[in-house]
T-cell receptor, first 111, second 117 residues
Framework: GDSVTQMEGPVTLSEEAFLTINCTYTATGYPSLFWYVQYPGEGLQLLLKATKADDKGSNKGFEATYRKETTSFHLEKGSVQVSDSAVYFCALYTGDYKLSFGAGTTVTVRA | NAGVTQTPKFQVLKTGQSMTLQCAQDMNHNSMYWYRQDPGMGLRLIYYSASEGTTDKGEVPNGYNVSRLNKREFSLRLESAAPSQTSVYFC????????????????FGAGSRLTVL
């Protein structure tokens, strides 16, 4: 079935460091891809999305490019802040109302 | 503020007890979902309702029932709680247009933490 595999954490970084979280997917069709973020004590919220190959999603300094040839959607940010500490989820949607999530990657940014 | 509201936020049950988690959205969304979140497993879909009047099983439906009461409300019931159902439960919703377009962006509630002893 359709699924996503994302880098296991936890990840601990210093402020202003570069962050990358790997995400690869398996899908029979042409999925849409998402990154959701969960801040402590809150529900998930959409961070960015891409709906077709070569699309780049971006928001709050985060970017991810939909790479069909490598079936990947890696999340990157050039300079993280303490406020970026959260759990990040890669997700995939193939059009049947069901969004499939990865296991989540916990990121902690230290001042 | 518009969004998805879940109640209760916390609940402790004994094995065999029953309870219902309530969810309501005020964004006029057609589709609603219940997920559970467990460490190392991400979010797994329990049940969803594509539109008012319909419900379908997700990945992990055993031990749960749902009711789409109206367009706004979607409840999740545990008839006989088990320790394996200890989890954080999230309700979410999305618009019909998003679901059909391929960019199904979900709006999530804040979660309900359930502990079954």
């Amino acid at each position: 079935g359709d699924s996503v595999t994302q880098m296991e954490g936890p990840v601990t970084l210093s402020e202003e460091a570069f962050l990358t979280i790997n995400c690869t997917y398996t899908a029979t069709g042409y999925p849409s891809l998402f990154w959701y973020v969960q801040y402590p004590g809150e529900g998930l919220q959409l961070l960015l999305k891409a709906t077709k190959a070569d699309d780049k999603g971006s928001n709050k300094g985060f970017e991810a490019t939909y790479r069909k040839e490598t079936t990947s959607f890696h999340l990157e940010k050039g300079s993280v802040q303490v406020s970026d500490s959260a759990v990040y989820f890669c997700a995939l949607y193939t059009g049947d109302y069901k969004l499939s999530f990865g296991a989540g990657t916990t990121v902690t940014v230290r001042a | 503020n518009a969004g998805v509201t879940q109640t209760p936020k916390f609940q402790v049950l004994k094995t065999g007890q029953s309870m219902t988690l309530q969810c309501a959205q005020d964004m006029n969304h057609n589709s609603m979902y219940w997920y559970r979140q467990d460490p190392g497993m991400g979010l797994r879909l329990i049940y969803y309702s594509a539109s008012e009047g319909t419900t379908d099983k997700g990945e992990v439906p055993n031990g749960y029932n749902v009711s789409r009461l109206n367009k706004r409300e979607f409840s999740l019931r545990l008839e006989s709680a088990a320790p394996s159902q200890t989890s954080v439960y999230f309700c979410a919703s999305s618009s019909k247009g998003a679901a059909l377009s391929g960019a199904n962006v979900l709006t999530f509630g804040a979660g309900s933490r359930l502990t079954v002893l």
